[in-house]
């Protein structure tokens, strides 16, 4: 179910290809193509198929000079031409270092069907209505290890609060149909909510 309203000004942006005006409705937030010096956390909607538009990359460095928090999400990853990592590579080479906090796992079928946690190494499935969470095999873990040890890398370089302080920007894939991603996505807001100054 879409996201409650909360108090971050959170904006959208991305090309249209990549739906971000169905990202910007579920999540209670306003879809923009101009730079948004008041907003508290910026997501750029992301494409694999369709690649990143000037005019996004123009965006993305407009909000450099006032270290908005930024994130990037990837969408229509069911279409299967192109994936997440795609995405991601796509995204560090136009915008800037990005980080995965999670990576997709895919069904038999190749469709995305679950997350694993590079921090947690546990999987969460969402091909089952209460998103089962069980820790990874040890066969995951040899397949991730390299990405996790990057991950928690760049996590100590930059600190505990480096996303919330705008210097860390993790990319997320998000699947709304199939509640894929979104509860992460929420808990990046929630941070952001919690490092506002009137935050008890």
């Not at 079928?109 to 209460?130: K, N």
């Not at 509640?179 to 100054?197: F, Q, S």
């Amino acid at each position: 179910m879409p996201t409650p309203s909360s108090r971050v000004r959170v904006h959208i942006y991305g090309h249209e290809s990549a739906d971000p005006q169905h990202v910007a409705t579920y999540f209670g937030a306003t879809l923009s193509n101009v730079v948004e010096p008041e907003s508290e956390l910026a997501i750029f909607v992301v494409d694999p198929s369709a690649g990143i538009s000037p005019e996004t990359i123009s965006l993305w460095q407009g909000l450099d000079d006032f270290q908005i928090p930024r994130m990037v999400v990837v969408t229509h990853l069911e279409n299967q031409s192109a994936d997440f990592d795609d995405a991601v590579m796509l995204a560090t080479r136009v915008f800037e270092q990005i980080v995965t906090p999670y990576l997709v796992l895919h069904d038999d079928a190749g469709f995305p069907c679950a997350l694993i946690s590079l921090e947690t190494l546990e999987i969460t499935d969402y091909s089952h209505d209460d998103h089962q969470v069980t820790m990874s095999t040890q066969e995951h873990q040899i397949l991730v290890s390299e990405f996790r040890q990057e991950y928690l890398e760049h996590i100590e370089l930059s600190g505990a609060n480096a996303f919330a302080a705008g210097l860390l920007f993790p990319a997320v894939p998000l699947w709304i149909e199939k509640d894929l991603g979104v509860n992460i996505i929420r808990n990046y807001i929630d941070e952001i909510e919690k490092a506002l100054p009137s935050s008890s």
